[in-house]
């Protein structure tokens, strides 16, 4: 399969082939179906975050005890190491540098 070059802006989890403005917080190369892949974690983070947001407006339910939260701090890393596995060297180096996987 081919590989094709993807911008990946990791703060409004696009993925884009073109690059625009701050969309390259990482560079991967990845073929359609591993782009899908890594979509499907971004939707998953986003759905946690929706969760977590409604949570927060509870405040009889601590943070700690909140189940979306954890969700989304592990798709958030589902996301970097997926992210990590496609990326060039630069954005390796990227993430072995912000120390958010356990490598």
């Known amino acids: 399969m081919e590989k094709n070059k993807y911008y990946i802006n990791i703060g409004t989890r696009e993925i884009s082939v073109n690059h625009d403005g701050n969309n390259d917080d990482f560079i991967v190369y990845a073929t359609k179906e ?6 499907e ?7 946690a ?5 409604f949570r927060a407006h509870i405040p009889a339910m601590p943070y700690h005890l909140d189940a979306s939260n954890d969700e989304f701090d592990d798709g958030m890393k589902a996301a970097f190491q997926k992210i990590y596995e496609l990326g060039d ?3 390796k180096n990227h993430l072995t540098e912000m120390g958010v996987l356990e490598l």
């Open 49 to 53: 975050d929706v969760r977590s947001f």
């Open 34 to 39: 591993e782009i899908v892949g890594l979509r």
């Open 89 to 91: 060297e630069t954005t």
């Open 41 to 47: 974690i971004f939707d998953e983070v986003y759905n």
